[in-house]
């Protein structure tokens, strides 16, 4: 029973209440030196995405760099309930978030298509409420697009992409994606993480179908 319990989503009404402050984090992305929190600069675009434990999959970003259109990243809280959640309180199951990543970039360099693919390519999205062995809602793949540009986006690379999966052997994609609403950053242990701690523990990985964390198609 508890494994179904950490599987299914709380309802809005069950969910914990939260709180108005929100958890404090450093200025800036230790990786990019660049401001992790608003206002980005003008003309840049963000994309909010689920792919499990969100140390991984942060750094799956950072790593396309400034070059491939990157500005900055953070982890943080998304597609939930609960306002301003803590990190216990998600893994409690009881806010409704999964585990998320804020990607900030140029879209002169890179459109939401190309980090859609880096998305879709370094996690397994056909797993329902678990990443690997990190299983329940705070896992769960997600895309929380920011406008209509953007949903489209998603759902053409998603059924794309299925189409791959299919002959890979994978099941259906299981992926939320829903517009995006508030993204609450997470405390700043958690913020680069896996930079703080080279040897700490990484749940992202392929799904055997392409797993490209290097260059981005080239721009036409």
């Not at 397994?124 to 690997?132: A, C, I, V």
Request: some cysteine.
């Amino acid at each position: 029973m508890f494994g179904m319990a950490k599987t299914r989503m709380v309802d809005r009404d069950d969910a914990l209440r939260g709180r108005d402050t929100p958890v404090p984090v450093a200025e800036r992305n230790i990786v990019l030196g660049t401001p992790m929190t608003p206002p980005y600069p003008p003309g840049s675009r963000i994309l909010d995405v689920g792919m499990g434990c969100f140390w991984g999959a942060e750094r799956v970003f950072w790593r396309l760099g400034a070059e491939h259109g990157i500005i900055t990243t953070a982890v943080g809280y998304a597609g939930g309930y609960t306002k301003n959640p803590t990190y216990e309180e998600v893994c409690s199951g009881r806010t409704g978030h999964t585990e998320a990543v804020r990607v900030v970039f140029d879209p002169q360099k890179t459109t939401d298509a190309d980090l859609l693919r880096v998305f879709w390519e370094n996690h397994d999205p056909t797993q329902g409420m678990r990443q690997g062995n990190d299983v329940g809602t705070q896992y769960r793949s997600a895309v929380y697009y920011q406008d209509e540009e953007q949903h489209a986006a998603a759902t053409a690379t998603r059924d794309t992409y299925r189409a791959q999966l299919h002959r890979a052997g994978y099941g259906d994609i299981t992926t939320e994606i829903a517009p995006a609403g508030p993204f609450y950053f997470a405390e700043d242990y958690h913020q680069q993480y896996l930079e703080k701690n080279p040897l700490g523990y990484c749940g992202i990985g392929s799904t055997g179908v392409t797993c490209p964390v290097g260059p981005l198609p080239t721009q036409g």
